[in-house]
């Protein structure tokens, strides 16, 4: 994979907070920044998650707004398992978690592998009907983590309904449910 064709080239997708409490948090982003309506996904109901190939555990509440133009993605977390994913979630929260972006399904692989070559391993995979995903380390890089989404219609239209959400939102009702 070329330089120029490197997933980290491509725009971001969203960004990945990691805070202590979701709705005082969501609160604070309405009030303070704008930012919203969000989207909350009690207990992401992941199907498959593994950690360097071994069953691992990402319990958590998501919720997701559009602050400005780009797309924000709130993390309570509950549980995570084993040591190596804790550590990757061990920054004290709130703190930006991730950076997060989008590949082409068949090229997700490579770039994974290219990730991996160039000292950014994953740290967790994991799936959801079409979802499919990947945070990297790269906190010693850049202060945050990479998260890779392997692109699908359903990633596109979740996201620009919360981008169609925050068109002319006049703050009313800023925690909704996706469905």
């Known amino acids: 994979m070329s330089i120029a064709d490197h997933p980290l080239h491509g725009p971001i997708h969203h960004l990945g907070y990691v805070v202590e409490d979701l709705e005082s948090t969501i609160q604070r982003l309405v009030g303070e920044l704008g930012a ?15 950690s360097h190939g071994e069953a691992a555990t990402f319990q958590h509440d998501s919720a997701f707004g559009q602050c400005g133009a780009v797309p924000i993605e709130v993390l309570q977390l509950k549980r995570l398992e084993p040591e190596r994913v804790r550590k990757a979630f061990s920054q004290p929260p709130p703190h930006l978690h991730h950076t997060a972006y989008v590949v082409a399904p068949e090229r997700v692989a490579e770039a994974r592998e290219d990730l991996e ?6 740290f967790l995979h994991a799936t959801l009907g079409e979802l499919d995903l990947t945070y990297h380390e790269a906190a010693h890089t850049t202060g945050h983590h990479v998260e890779l989404h392997a692109d699908n219609q359903g990633l596109r239209d979740f996201f620009a309904m919360i981008h169609a959400a925050s068109l002319e939102w006049d703050g009313s009702d800023p925690l909704r449910s996706p469905s």
């Not at 919203?36 to 199907?47: I, K, T, Y």
């Not at 070559?117 to 994953?122: E, H, N, Q, S, V």
């Open 117 to 122: 070559r160039r000292g950014l391993p994953a």
């Open 36 to 50: 919203g309506p969000f989207f909350v996904v009690r207990d992401v109901p992941l199907e498959q998650v593994t």
